[in-house]
C-alpha cells in the first residue's frame, strides 16, 4: 500500500477507456470541458478491440431500401419488445453519423466498388447494415477514436482499478481505486462521473471476454452507490466461441463468418440449422443459434471437444483472406486451414444486456451525478442484442452523455469527497492483504463462473437456479474472509476486488432469472418454455442493507416513427449468401 492516499480533480470522471468513454471524453474536449478517463488496463487495450465483426448503421450501400427505422424494428424484434423504445430510436437514427465521423478519423472501413463504406449481413438483420474492417472492426474504430482523443488532449490514466463511487447526501462526489502499477490509493474528486466499465460475462466459465474484464466493476460500483440495475437476466450467449485449445476455450469466433456464408454442421455432416430455422438458417437471431448449437452437443452430435462445426470453405481462399484475415491468421496459428476445413465452436457467454438502467437522453442514472454508458447499461437491447449493435451504441450514447454534461455541468458544483468513507474503504482494501489465512481469490473466481455456467447458463430451471443462489451465498461468506498473498499491485489483488464484484452481478442475474418466469429472448427457462406477454416488463434490482430486491415496471409503448416499419415485416432473406 502507497505511503499516502493521492488525490486529483477533474470536472468529469470517466470510469473506462474503451470506445464508450473515449466517446464521451471527446464530446467534452470539444467543448473545453475538464475531464479524465480511467482504464483498468493500457490505453488503447480495452475490449472495444474484441467487437471484430462490424458496426451497424442503415446507410444503404448495398440494400438502397434499408432505413433507420427498419433497423430500429429489426432491434425491438430482437429485443423482445422490453428494449426502450427512444433508446432503440436514438441509437438507430445517429449511428449513421457516428460511422461516416469514424471513417473521417482514420477508421478505414471497407469500401465498396461505389467507395461508400461496404456492408455485410449480420444475423437477424433484414438487410446488410454492418459496416466493417475485416475482421477487426473494433480494434480500427477504437485506434481511430484514441488519436482524435489525443488530437484533442483529452487526459487519461492507465492501470486504474476504480473501487468506489463516492457520494454524499446530495449524490456523487468522486471515486476511489488503486493504482495497480504503484499500489497507491487514488481519490478522483469530480462533478459528475461516467461508468463505461463494460458488462459482466466474465462471470461464466466460459466466456468471449478476457477473463479478468467484464467482471461486473460497473454494475457493482452502481448498485453499492445506490443506483437501479436492469434486465440482468438477459445475457446473450454468442453461438460461436471457440471449442479449443483449452486456453482459447470461449474466445470469439466472429458473427462475420457467418455473415460471409458460413455453414453449421454436426458431426454426422447434418447441416443442423435447416431444422431449427429453415428460413434464416445461420444468421438467425443469435440465441436461437445458440440453443441449436448448444442442443446439438448435448444430444450427442458434437465433437469430441464439445463443440460443432462452423465451415467457409466454400467460398474462395483469397476472400475468406481478405474478409476474415484475424480468424485465417488465428486458426492457422494452431492448425487449421479454414479456407480448407471447418473451425469447431461451442456457445460462450458474451454480452450483457442487463447493467445499469439509465434515462437515454441524459445517460443519467437515479444517483445524482452519476451516469452510465455502453455494454455497463441496460435498455438499448432488451432480451437479446442485434450483432453490430453494441459499436454502434457506444459511439452513440458516448456523444450523447458527453453532450448533455456540457450543458449541464454547472448543475454539479464540486464538493468535498467524505473523508470518513475514504478511510473505511482503505481499510476494506487492505484487510485481505493483513490476514494469513483464507481462501484464494483466483479459487473464488473460478468457483463463481462453474456456478453461474450451471445454474445460470443457455438452459434455466428453478432448481438449478435455486441452487446457483445457495452456492453464491456460501462464496460471499467465503469472499468477506479471503487472503490476498501480495500487495495492491499484485494480479491477486485485482482478483480479489473481481469476487466482489462477480458476486453483485451473479447473483443479480440469478435472482432476476428466477423472477422471470418465462422464455423470451437470450432468457431459456426449460419450465417455462412459452413467452408470456405479461412479462413484456423490466426487472429492476436494487441494493439495501438486506442485499438485493428486485421489482418490475412497464415498457414504455413503441413509437409511431417505428410503427409502421414494424408492420412492413421486413426479415432477412438469408438466401441471398447461397
Not at 475490449?47 to 450501400?61: M, V, Y
Not at 463443440?307 to 484475424?326: C, N, Q, T
Request: overall charge negative; aromatic content about 6%; glycine content about 10%.
Amino acid at each position: 500500500m502507497g505511503s499516502r492516499t493521492e488525490e486529483t480533480t477533474t470536472d468529469v470522471l470517466i470510469i473506462g477507456a474503451g470506445g464508450a468513454g473515449v466517446r464521451a471524453g471527446i464530446e467534452l474536449a470539444r467543448h473545453g470541458i475538464d475531464c479524465l478517463v480511467l482504464g483498468k488496463r493500457a490505453h488503447g487495450d480495452a475490449h472495444t478491440i474484441w467487437a471484430a465483426g462490424g458496426i451497424n448503421a442503415s446507410l444503404g450501400t448495398l440494400d438502397p431500401d434499408d432505413r433507420w427505422d427498419i433497423h430500429a424494428a429489426d432491434t425491438l424484434k430482437e429485443g423482445h419488445f422490453i428494449n426502450q423504445p427512444e433508446a432503440v430510436l436514438t441509437l438507430c437514427r445517429e449511428a449513421p453519423y457516428r460511422v461516416l465521423e469514424l471513417d473521417e478519423w482514420g477508421a478505414a472501413f471497407n469500401k465498396a466498388e461505389n467507395g461508400r463504406i461496404n456492408q455485410r449481413y449480420f444475423g437477424a438483420q433484414s438487410f446488410r447494415r454492418t459496416c466493417f474492417v475485416g475482421d477487426q472492426t473494433g480494434k480500427a474504430v477504437l485506434t481511430a477514436s484514441i488519436n482524435e482523443a489525443k488530437r484533442l488532449g483529452v487526459p487519461y490514466r492507465q492501470n486504474i482499478y476504480i473501487t468506489k463511487i463516492l457520494t454524499d447526501d446530495t449524490g456523487v462526489v468522486g471515486a476511489m481505486g488503486v493504482d495497480l502499477d504503484t499500489g497507491q490509493l487514488t481519490v478522483i474528486r469530480a462533478r459528475a462521473v461516467i461508468l463505461a466499465a463494460g458488462g459482466h460475462t466474465s462471470v461464466y466459465k466460459r466466456s468471449s471476454s478476457r477473463p479478468d474484464e467484464n467482471t461486473g466493476d460497473a454494475q457493482a460500483l452502481a448498485l453499492d452507490a445506490g443506483a437501479t440495475l436492469r434486465d440482468m437476466e438477459m445475457v446473450q450467449f454468442h453461438p460461436t466461441g471457440r471449442a479449443w485449445p483449452e486456453e482459447e476455450a470461449g474466445h470469439l469466433v466472429t458473427e462475420a463468418v457467418r455473415g460471409e456464408g458460413g455453414r453449421l454442421y454436426n458431426t454426422g455432416g447434418e447441416r443442423f440449422m435447416e431444422r431449427y430455422s429453415p428460413e434464416q438458417m445461420e444468421l438467425d437471431a443469435r440465441d436461437v443459434v445458440a440453443r441449436a448449437n448448444y442442443r446439438e452437443i448435448q444430444e450427442g452430435r458434437g465433437t469430441e471437444r464439445g463443440g460443432v462445426l462452423l465451415d467457409i470453405s466454400h467460398r474462395d481462399a483469397d476472400f475468406i483472406k481478405e474478409r476474415l484475415p484475424r480468424m485465417y491468421e488465428i486458426h492457422l496459428e494452431d492448425g487449421v486451414d479454414i479456407t480448407k476445413e471447418p473451425m469447431e465452436v461451442a456457445p460462450t457467454a458474451h454480452y450483457a444486456m442487463g447493467g445499469v438502467a439509465v434515462d437515454f437522453t441524459t445517460g443519467a442514472t437515479d444517483v445524482p451525478g452519476l451516469y452510465a454508458v455502453g455494454e455497463a447499461t441496460s435498455g438499448v437491447h432488451g432480451a437479446n442484442r442485434l450483432g453490430g449493435n453494441s459499436l454502434a451504441e457506444i459511439f452513440v450514447f458516448g456523444k450523447v452523455v458527453g453532450a448533455h454534461l456540457v450543458e449541464t455541468l454547472t448543475e454539479h458544483p464540486l464538493r468535498p469527497v467524505p473523508q470518513q468513507a475514504v478511510a473505511a474503504h482503505a481499510d476494506e482494501l487492505s484487510a485481505p492483504l493483513e490476514r494469513t489465512e483464507g481462501p484464494a481469490p483466483e479459487a473464488l473466481c473460478e468457483e463463481i463462473r462453474e456456478v453461474m455456467w450451471n445454474a445460470g447458463g443457455i438452459v434455466r430451471r428453478e432448481d438449478d437456479l435455486l441452487a446457483g443462489l445457495a452456492a453464491l451465498g456460501s462464496l460471499r461468506e467465503q469472499a468477506a474472509t479471503m487472503q490476498i498473498d501480495g500487495d495492491m499491485t499484485s494480479f491477486a489483488f485485482e482478483q480479489g476486488r473481481n469476487v466482489h464484484c462477480m458476486l453483485d452481478a451473479g447473483e443479480a442475474i440469478l435472482r432476476s432469472a428466477l423472477e422471470r418466469t418465462e422464455s423470451r429472448g437470450a432468457h431459456y427457462r426449460d419450465d417455462y418454455p412459452d413467452t408470456d406477454p405479461a412479462w413484456q416488463r423490466n426487472i429492476c434490482v436494487h441494493k439495501s442493507a438486506d442485499g438485493l430486491t428486485l421489482s418490475t415496471t412497464s415498457v414504455p409503448d413503441v413509437p409511431e416513427a417505428v410503427k409502421e416499419a414494424l408492420q412492413e415485416n421486413h426479415t432477412l432473406d438469408y438466401h441471398h449468401l447461397e
